[in-house]
């Protein structure tokens, strides 16, 4: 596709479900990064994977939140047991590469979570 | 990453030059500074990164001191669909360097 794709757009859900959330990242990209913004709130990084790999799990807020990715395409973020402080827009990017000239990431649109 | 300072909002009007400093006082030698640019209900967009001096793309342009402390984005004549948040980053180029640590960035507000 043309860009970063991340669906849903939107998720209300009840605290106690678990929800999954999904990107697909730009057609050739090896690198893609999860982050969680809330209102008002810059970009808190959560996770990187590198191919399929997840080198560097450090932003992942607690073990209710898990990710992974397969193909080297396709990832998914899941939140165990939401509670209502997950509640924020999360936003997917993806790279060529970790290491690229400009470190340039390509954001999706993000999906709203919001736990009633 | 370097921390960075920048101003929480800037209002404008339409056609006017806008520029936002951002003051990064403890940049290392091997980093850069890069802008990112978000719209409402939008991820971050990159507008432009320099080392120094001064760079300039069909967006804005971005003016670095000899001592690298500060940087200034210049948006020239903007419009209405230039109100957005305006993100300053410093980082180096590396694969080690690859969480972007946004700030709240500068709400630019465009006005007609």
């Known amino acids: 596709g043309a860009g970063v794709s991340q669906s849903p757009s939107n998720k209300v859900t009840e605290k106690g479900k678990d929800v999954e959330l999904r990107c697909d990242p730009i057609s050739g990209h090896t690198a893609l990064y999860w982050y969680r913004q809330s209102l008002g709130q810059g970009l808190e990084f959560l996770i990187y994977?590198?191919?399929?790999?997840?080198?560097?799990k450090s932003g992942l807020p607690s073990d209710r939140f898990s990710a992974e990715r397969t193909g080297g395409s396709v990832s998914t973020l899941t939140i165990q047991r939401t509670q209502q402080e997950d509640s924020a827009v999360y936003l997917c990017?993806?790279?060529?590469?970790?290491?690229?000239?400009?470190?340039?990431?390509?954001f999706g649109p993000g999906t709203r979570l919001t736990v009633l | 990453l370097a921390k960075t300072t920048q101003p929480i909002s800037m209002d404008s009007y339409e056609g006017q030059e806008v520029n936002i400093t951002c003051s990064h006082n403890n940049i290392a030698t091997n980093d850069y500074i890069t802008w990112y640019q978000q719209f409402p209900s939008q991820g971050p967009r990159f507008i432009i990164q320099g080392y120094k001096t001064k760079v300039t793309n069909e967006v804005a342009s971005l003016f670095i001191p000899a001592d690298r402390k500060s940087s200034t984005l210049s948006l020239p004549r903007v419009s209405l669909s230039d109100t957005a948040v305006y993100y300053c980053l410093v980082g180096s180029r590396s694969s080690n360097d690859y969480k972007l640590s946004f700030g709240a960035g500068t709400t630019v507000t465009v006005r007609a």
């Open positions: 990017a993806s790279s060529l590469a970790a290491a690229v000239i400009t470190n340039e990431q390509f």
């Open positions: 994977f590198q191919g399929n790999s997840a080198p560097d």
